[in-house]
């Protein structure tokens, strides 16, 4: 199944290229907003499935095309995010420690937003292709044995970056958790329809040209390991998000007027763009054409604009 939300916060379900409104079926779930509907419903997708599908099912649903798509997650209560987890197409020794962060849930845009660059010093702006995984039951120091049996689903996920700014070593927070940068959509697909999350493919398309493209194989910490790290540290809860990391190779910089689009096998097609009032530029190399010209440092610097070096 499908879910999303659309125009003023409806809950549907996708019907082929047809968004059925099943809002009715769950208004009984306590809520006061969106985001705690579908936290509500993710908490007893049991007891609801039958009544939606049943809804679908006989309900006529109205062109995908001719709606907005909201953000199918409006306000996760966590958004843990993998560090560094990705082999990096064989060319780490070996897996990283493993690590993550959180990202603000101030972070979350959805389908056709807009993900706008602050008036800060990062030496570049990047956003990382990701899987992530949404929880569906409490998860406390789960076992990697029992941990697929957590998931709810999956959706489509990028980590915004601003990277390189000062002090150095004062990272993750103001790197990460700016507003507008998670996007996450166009809908959350629930686990049953992905046969094997750890062979998917992922793409990252910047103004319709590849950038990142890797399969979740080549994950360092697999999902079931990341699950059980995080719950060993905190407790998750429904409609926690938990994104799994990327290959870093293809990253490359964001910049005013970019239309991005991320498409993680089986889970549609994200499309989001990018605002810089400052309109600052880089240059579009990845990070692995970059280190193929035998360039200095991971990105390649800011070539014009406010904070561009002579």
Same mark, same amino acid.
């Given at each position: 199944?499908?879910?999303?939300?659309f125009?003023?916060?409806k809950?549907?379900?996708?019907?082929?290229d047809?968004?059925?409104?099943v809002?009715?079926?769950?208004?009984?779930?306590?809520?006061?907003?969106?985001h705690?509907?579908?936290?509500?419903?993710?908490e007893?997708?049991?007891?609801?499935?039958?009544?939606?599908?049943?809804?679908?099912?006989?309900?006529?649903?109205?062109?995908?095309?001719?709606?907005?798509?909201?953000?199918?997650?409006?306000?996760?209560?966590?958004?843990?995010c993998?560090?560094?987890?990705?082999?990096?197409d064989?060319?780490r020794?070996?897996?990283?420690?493993?690590?993550?962060?959180h990202?603000?849930?101030?972070?979350?845009?959805g389908?056709?937003?807009?993900?706008?660059?602050?008036?800060?010093?990062?030496?570049?702006?990047?956003?990382?292709?990701?899987?992530?995984?949404?929880i569906?039951?409490?998860?406390?120091n789960?076992?990697?044995?029992?941990?697929?049996?957590?998931?709810f689903?999956?959706?489509? $996920?990028? /980590? %915004?970056?601003?990277?390189? =700014?000062?002090?150095? *070593?004062?990272?993750?927070?103001?790197?990460?958790?700016? &507003?507008t940068?998670?996007?996450?959509?166009?809908?959350?697909?629930?686990?049953?329809e992905?046969?094997?999350?750890?062979?998917?493919?992922i793409?990252?398309?910047v103004?319709?040209?590849v950038?990142?493209?890797?399969?979740?194989?080549d994950?360092?910490?697999?999902?079931?390991?990341?699950?059980?790290?995080?719950?060993?540290?905190?407790?998750?809860?429904p409609?926690?998000?938990l994104?799994?990391?990327?290959?870093?190779?293809g990253?490359?910089? $964001?910049? /005013? %007027?970019?239309?991005?689009? =991320?498409?993680c096998? *089986?889970?549609?097609?994200?499309?989001?763009?990018?605002? &810089?009032?400052?309109?600052?530029t880089w240059?579009?190399?990845t990070?692995?054409?970059?280190?193929?010209?035998?360039?200095?440092?991971?990105?390649t610097?800011?070539?014009?604009?406010?904070?561009?070096?002579?």
């Open positions: 199944m499908k879910i999303l939300y125009d003023d916060f809950l549907g379900v996708l019907k082929g047809t968004v059925v409104d809002s009715a079926v769950v208004q009984d779930i306590p809520h006061t907003g969106p705690d509907l579908i936290n509500g419903l993710i007893r997708f049991d007891d609801y499935r039958g009544k939606i599908e049943a809804a679908v099912e006989s309900g006529t649903g109205v062109p995908v095309s001719s709606v907005h798509i909201r953000p199918p997650l409006p306000k996760p209560g966590n958004i843990d993998m560090a560094v987890n990705y082999m990096e064989g060319t020794d070996a897996p990283a420690p493993i690590n993550a962060f990202k603000s849930a101030s972070a979350i845009i389908e056709g937003d807009t993900m706008v660059l602050p008036d800060v010093p990062a030496t570049i702006f990047e956003g990382e292709a990701e899987i992530a995984l949404v569906g039951k409490r998860a406390s789960v076992s990697q044995a029992n941990a697929l049996n957590y998931v689903g999956y959706v489509n $996920f990028i /980590d %915004g970056s601003a990277r390189g =700014l000062p002090p150095a *070593g004062n990272v993750f927070f103001q790197m990460k958790s700016r &507003d940068f998670a996007p996450i959509g166009p809908y959350l697909v629930t686990a049953d992905i046969d094997d999350p750890q062979k998917l493919d793409k990252l398309w103004n319709g040209e950038k990142q493209h890797f399969n979740t194989d994950m360092a910490h697999k999902i079931p390991r990341c699950i059980e790290w995080a719950s060993s540290i905190h407790a998750l809860e409609g926690d998000i994104a799994t990391g990327t290959n870093h190779r990253l490359s910089s $964001f910049m /005013d %007027g970019d239309k991005v689009e =991320l498409e096998e *089986g889970l549609g097609r994200l499309t989001f763009h990018i605002q &810089d009032n400052l309109k600052r240059s579009r190399d990070r692995l054409e970059h280190a193929e010209k035998g360039a200095d440092g991971p990105a610097p800011q070539l014009t604009g406010k904070y561009a070096k002579d």
